[in-house]
């Protein structure tokens, strides 16, 4: 049924060869001439391979309703693969031990060279490495290996200290030519190489920088900006409502290429009452936004032509005026109020970062420095960071506590569950190791002994940070000297819990960490009433989690065990009834006897719980049968399978935190949702399914939570008499305009939300500017890419989404780079102040808008000293005469035009 309506299920890959006559191997893609290399050993591992299949086949191939293919019809045997593998020419990798005991290879590990940041000269063991030998006149010569040209830079930077200047070669064989000593090339090795006898050192940057893991690349940052997830049309169905800022509310219907002129142009395709259509060309996007004002089925479609839209707009403006004159009231008073500001240490600072064993992510670093700018200030902060599970938040709470307590003051954690205070307080034990830093724990794990003496440690001031559930708030703790509250997983707090917290100190830092925040939340800091940090990058090396909605079956549940027991990991078995996990756990000892099964919630006792947990973080046992105590922050780096029960039964942010729990290391993870029979389960609960197995990419909370917004709809989030307008215009064009009144009132100005938003400047430079759809086939990541370009601010902008676009889909082809080029004059245009510049084989003019920029004697020159090329036309355009057939004489001429026009700065 999926198939016929267009939609590629999950596994349609091995039904593969019921689609094509013929199916090929990776051997038909090898030209004759590879040279394989092949590990010592395939032939046993190919052999247990084919093995397993078959067993898989006999065990699944009983069930009618969904036949399976014979493993011959979708894999090669083992014969086949290799009689394929004798084709060609083969080196066996044989296990190099056996070799290094019977002769000495004279390679060896390069020795300890790694730079440290606490000591006064950084490079000192590189340098004294380097230094060796030198007296008996054979100094060693020395290729370093950066992972990129922008790391190379930053790595002759760092060599410049001790007087060493690389040469720059192309290859290795570059480097053995050269009679230079000291060599750089880029290149992404893990590990280098030294040959004594040779006297030839290959120098890494892992060798260098120790730990670090060396992120391949930088993400762009378009993803940064908070709004970004809201003006994304990533998300885009067809029928899905949008929002034209001139037309009101349509249905998408897809990308549409419509000849204009003569040439190929891209355009989105919009649907309005009546079946009323709207071309928007791609270079137009800014113009749309999502609608997400609550369920898309009941949005409401607006009459091309006619005034409705316009009063709708009208009534909204009049309301958002009264919200930016509220929000202007908060934004003052908490600009107001005085806290303390941190001493800035920066040597300490940089010493404690430098044991980060991690390369922080773009954003990770920018919500690090966003959070230490607040506590260097004397306003208190309101800071909230938005990362999903596993994207490194933990890390810009450590960061914040050193800070503050370097600077004196003591600083207090807040969690959820109790086993999240304890992995807190190993971790930041673990990370403060080198510091005089005192960290107490305040929960269910602590004996009433020990937390009477923790709070008088506390308020004595003996202890520097406190991590504490929310026991806390109704314990009577007089802090001696409070400086920062974090509270992680700030969306398992109620209303009244948090308004408590806030009581404590209302000139007290406050930093919430969450991964789903709540609309209201996520509202709050939409208005900058509160900051908000999103770290949207995950870390290097990181893999979304695979996830299967699934029948329960007792054959699905052994084999997901099983495959994450034989690849020597651990699995998270949810069920969450307390009374019957005992009879689970026995059941699944019983159809899985390779695991080793224990059971974990939340009515154990305290110390039972604690070595349960222990166990499990220390590979004791590798089944853990649980309740929805995993739920936040448990971090296993070797659990990487997730089966959950009556899936259907959890929330959206619940699933999600749970699905979080699996994927914290370079391992594939998997994450089984298991349902009953179908007539069981709810309308909602179906929808929310949907909503979590299609958001299986890195750094879907976020998305998440909106979606939650759009379900929901927006009454709750802003206030009921803000909601109608909301549903009236989409909130996307809400926020938009309450932003330009905010603006308006802070300046001194009369807010005019009447006038149209900028339109940008129409470009037509009568060449196809498109993305191709045999280059870039897939519709939604076209209309991603088409977005960004609209949202590109500054020409190095529109470098790096070429180099990604580059290095993500290959070489543009022309009319991309057309595309790119055309969105550069735009933005010239724009600064310029032009309503419209068109450029032809033979000529072309600009418009220009009231407000521009350009000086009227500059025009006026232009004319009187090349009166056959330039003409002035009704008093705003400037059209020209010249021969442009070639598309580079068109582009250049244009640039020299807007050159020429702009005013001297």
Known sequence: RDIKDGITPQGIEYYLSLFFDQTATLFDYLPSNTQL?????????????????????????????????????????????????????????ENPKSHLENNDPQIYPVPDV????????????????????????????VLFCAESAGRQEILLELLKSIEITPFEVASWDDFLLSTK?????????????????????????????????????????????????FKSLAELKINAPVVHIEHGVGRYQGLITLEVDRTSQEFLMLTYAKDAKLYVPVSSLHLISRFGGGDQVVAPLNHLGSDRWDKAKQKAAKQVRDTAVELLDIYSRRAAKRGFACEQNEQDYLSFSSDFAFEETADQQDAINAVRKDLLSPQPMDRLVCGDVGFGKTEVAMRAAFTVVSSGKQVVILVPTTLL?????????????????????????????????????????????????????????????????????????????????KSLRSEVDILAMTATPI??????????????????????????????????????????????????????????????????????????????????????????????????????????VCTTIIETGIDIPSANTIIIERADKFGLAQLHQLRGRVGRSHHQAYAYLMLPEEKKITNDATKRLQAISAADQLGAGFTLATNDLEIRGAGELLGEEQSGHIQAIGFTLYMEMLERAVTAIRNGDKPDLQAALEQGTEVNMHLPALIPDDYLPDVNMRLTIYKRLADCQTTRDLHELQVEMIDRFGLLPTPAKTLFEVTEIKQIGERLGLKKIEAGPNGGRLQFTPKTIVEPITIIKMVQSNPDIFRLQNNDQLSFTMDMDDPKDRFASVHNILATLLPAT
């Open 181 to 229: 000593l000291h060599c750089i090339i880029v290149h992404p090795l893990d590990q280098g190489i030294f040959s004594p006898s040779a006297n030839i050192c290959l120098i890494t940057e892992g060798e260098l920088f120790g730990q670090q893991v060396m992120q391949r690349r930088r993400r762009s940052k378009v993803s940064e900006s908070p709004d970004y997830v």
């Open 421 to 501: 205070a304890h992995q807190h307080l190993e971790n930041f034990r673990d990370r403060f190791s080198n510091w005089p830093v005192t960290i107490g724990e305040l929960s269910r794990f602590s004996t009433g002994k020990q937390q009477d003496k923790t709070i008088q440690d506390v308020e004595s001031g003996k202890v520097d940070i406190l991590i504490s559930t929310h026991k806390l708030l109704h314990a009577k703790i007089q802090f001696k000297d409070l400086g920062l509250m974090i509270i992680d997983e700030e969306h398992r707090f109620g209303v009244r819990q948090k308004e408590k917290i």
């Open 37 to 93: 290399f092949t590990d010592d050993g395939i032939e046993t591992a190919a052999e247990h391979f084919w093995g397993d299949i078959n067993y898989r086949y006999d065990e699944y191939c009983i069930d009618p309703e969904r036949p399976i293919l014979k493993p011959n019809a979708l894999f090669l045997p083992v014969d086949h693969v290799f009689h394929n593998i004798k084709q060609f020419r083969r080196t066996v990798l």
């Open 519 to 624: 609309p209201r939340t996520l509202n709050m800091s939409m208005h900058s009433i509160r900051d908000l940090s999103i770290i949207a990058t995950p870390p290097a090396k990181r893999l979304s989690v695979k996830t299967f909605v699934r029948k329960q079956e007792s054959r699905v549940v052994r084999e997901a065990l099983l495959r994450e027991i034989l690849r020597g990991g651990q699995a998270y078995f949810l069920h969450n009834d307390v009374k019957s996990i005992q009879r689970v756990a026995d059941e699944l000892a019983t159809l899985v006897p390779e695991a080793r099964i224990n059971i974990a919630h939340g009515q154990m006792r305290e110390r039972k719980l604690e070595s349960v947990m222990s166990d499990f973080y220390h590979q004791r046992f590798n089944v853990l």
């Open 114 to 141: 790694s730079i440290n940041a606490k000591q006064t000269s950084p490079l000192a063991k590189l340098s004294a490495f380097i230094g060796e030998n030198k007296n008996q006149g054979g100094s060693k010569r």
